[in-house]
């Protein structure tokens, strides 16, 4: 065994590890019952009323993988901004909200949150407010408009 056959072989058993911890917080927070009702929920049914449906940030947080954990766990979320539809899937412009607002991590959970939204087949595209870039210091913003890998719009 390579070194790095090793390497990939100990960064899968870590992923594996971290989804299945990030799933049991879920699973110990919202009952099944519950997740599996929003897991079925349309997107594309749900863009058509108001973004303010009780069901619709829900619905979207149900489609997250391990960062949702994280974001349940350390006190923050994401809000809607605007939801549109176009020929290729829905495009979503989000926020985060609590403790995310001022949490170094904050590139990594915008990065976890587009590409676990993007992996869903309703949608196509994932943006956040370009309001969330005033809660990062001067440094925190041109981290994140260098290295978060998201894309930053007016809402």
Do not use: W
Not at 33 to 38: G, T
Not at 44 to 72: H, M, T
Request: glycine content about 10%; charged content about 30%; some cysteine.
């Amino acid at each position: 065994m390579t070194d790095e056959d090793l390497v990939t072989k100990y960064r899968l058993e870590v992923d594996k590890s971290v989804a299945e911890e990030a799933e049991r917080r879920v699973d110990a927070a919202i009952p099944m019952k519950e997740r599996i009702r929003l897991r079925s929920l349309s997107l594309s049914d749900l863009a058509k009323g108001e973004i303010s449906n009780p069901d619709f940030v829900p619905a979207l947080l149900e489609r997250l993988g391990a960062v949702r954990a994280a974001l349940d766990g350390h006190g923050g979320g994401v809000e809607l901004k605007k939801v549109s539809q176009t020929k290729v899937g829905l495009e979503f412009v989000l926020d985060l909200t609590g403790a995310c607002l001022s949490c170094g991590a904050a590139p990594g959970t915008l990065a976890g949150v587009r590409a676990d939204l993007e992996n869903d087949a309703e949608i196509a595209h994932v943006r956040f407010s370009s309001t969330l870039l005033d809660t990062f210091d001067e440094l925190g913003r041109e981290f994140v408009l260098a290295h978060g890998g998201v894309e930053f719009v007016d809402v």
